[in-house]
């Protein structure tokens, strides 16, 4: 926005604001009057005076930031995002473990406090396009978050525009929601989780509970280097990993209800036939689909 100034440390990483005063909207503190200055880093999240310090455990070189704009409206978002652990599914209980989402976001326009709540909402949403969109999931399940999420959201109260929406149907809600989903996945890639790095059997099994040492157990094959071996050769097939997604989403079908067991299974077989190799049957689709692959892996 031109306004801010960003100091990048090694332990640290501080957002001073320029430009007059701004209000913010903190998931730790509800609204914030006059703040001046945003600190991420591993100290305990506080508030003092005009400064807000943001807790992570993470590494805080990893923020990414990303500025959009359209006109006269002006949104920089801030994260830090790691998706190794913590994730969560609404609803679920959470998993254990120090990953987390940092989100700051900088809106150029005044606003009243109510769009400053509906511009974390959508920001929220945004975050969860993020989980989604790198499959990544809990309790065999696609997840929706970080079970450890702050949002902070800020408006200038010197600015000569007035926003009152904030929610998908805006334009300061689309530039919110591109903005978040770019620097959460930039940040997210920085911590190692990245689309990239998704498109592996062993990655895209491991987030429903089959690891490679799970499936190492189901191949069948005694010899652990000779199994790395045919995983090194085979894990990163892209006909594969679009068949063995496409069941996954299957699955996923099964799960909410879409689908019953019965008909999941047999659409699984059919393309598990197709597209892997002759099936061997297990208890449910996930784990059919989990054993089929650690014997592909195998197969000469």
Not at 214 to 230: A, G, H, I, T, V
Not at 252 to 268: A, F, I, R, S
Not at 280 to 294: H, I, K, Q
Request: aromatic share 6%; hydrophobic share 40%; proline share 3%.
């Amino acid at each position: 926005m031109g306004s801010e100034v960003f100091d990048r440390g090694i332990d640290e990483f501080t957002v001073t604001l320029g430009n007059g005063p701004h209000d913010a909207m903190s998931t730790d503190f509800g609204i914030i009057r006059n703040i001046v200055r945003i600190t991420i880093g591993k100290g305990e999240t506080s508030l003092s005076g005009d400064s807000l310090y943001l807790h992570t455990d993470g590494d805080v070189t990893k923020v990414c930031i990303s500025e959009l704009s359209y006109n006269s409206t002006f949104v920089t978002a801030i994260a830090f995002a790691d998706f190794t652990s913590g994730l969560v599914r609404v609803g679920h209980d959470p998993q254990t473990g120090n990953g987390s989402v940092v989100l700051v976001l900088l809106m150029d326009s005044d606003m009243p406090d109510s769009t400053l709540a509906r511009a974390g909402i959508t920001a929220t949403e945004a975050i969860t396009v993020c989980v989604q969109d790198l499959g990544l999931a809990y309790d065999a399940m696609p997840a929706s978050g970080s079970v450890d999420q702050t949002i902070v959201t800020l408006c200038s109260k010197g600015s000569g525009l007035y926003l009152r929406g904030a929610g998908k149907h805006t334009k300061l809600g689309e530039l919110i929601g591109r903005s978040t989903i770019e620097a959460v996945k930039a940040s997210a890639a920085g911590n190692g989780t990245s689309m990239a790095s998704r498109m592996s059997l062993i990655e895209m099994l491991g987030a429903y509970g089959y690891d490679q040492e799970k499936l190492f157990s189901m191949s069948n094959c005694l010899d652990y280097s000779k199994f790395l071996e045919r995983v090194i050769a085979k894990d990163s097939d892209p006909k594969v990993l679009a068949l063995v997604s496409a069941i996954i989403h299957v699955n996923n079908e099964v799960q909410w209800g879409l689908l019953d067991p019965d008909t999941g299974m047999e659409v699984g077989i059919g393309l598990m036939r197709v597209g892997l190799r002759e099936p061997v049957r297990s208890e449910g689709l996930l784990d059919t689909l989990a054993l089929n692959v650690a014997l592909y892996f195998m197969d000469p």
